[in-house]
């Protein structure tokens, strides 16, 4: 009974998914940490947070208003300055600062506007979250 009850909650759990990408700013203690979590293996969807840290001054989560599809994730990340940061998630527009870190504002996803430099973009390869950084030009 016990052993058919591991495999089962194996079978439950395997389509599942918990995993993270960063960008680091200035080394591992400034950095933009985004997260992908899928509660159950029969929703395709995710929730995703935002995690801005700059160690030892500020490290906040934040919870983005969204629900994006658990395999088909990207994320491009702009830097806009001032440690001021936009974040592009399928048609919806965070600012987010690694100032204070406090501060998370959405904004009006208009295509034309000018975000900064594109950084790179987090994506799904193999079913696990990576950061891509924007090649140098």
Not at 51 to 67: D, F, I, K, S
Not at 114 to 137: C, H, I, M, R, W
Request: with cysteine; charged share 25%; proline share 3%.
């Amino acid at each position: 009974m016990r052993k058919t009850l591991i495999v089962l909650m194996a079978v439950f759990l395997a389509g599942c998914v918990d995993d993270s990408a960063s960008y680091y700013i200035d080394g591992r203690d400034h950095s933009l940490t985004l997260r992908r979590q899928q509660s159950y293996f029969w929703k395709n969807e995710a929730a995703v947070s935002l995690v801005a840290a700059r160690v030892p001054e500020c490290q906040r989560l934040h919870r983005l208003n969204t629900a994006e599809p658990a395999g088909e994730m990207k994320a491009e990340l702009f830097a806009a300055g001032d440690g001021t940061w936009n974040l592009r998630l399928g048609d919806q527009l965070w600012q987010v600062e690694t100032t204070t870190c406090n501060s998370l504002t959405e904004l009006q996803n208009d295509p034309k506007a000018d975000l900064g430099q594109l950084v790179g973009s987090f994506v799904v390869k193999g079913d696990k979250l990576v950061f891509e950084a924007t090649p140098a030009q």
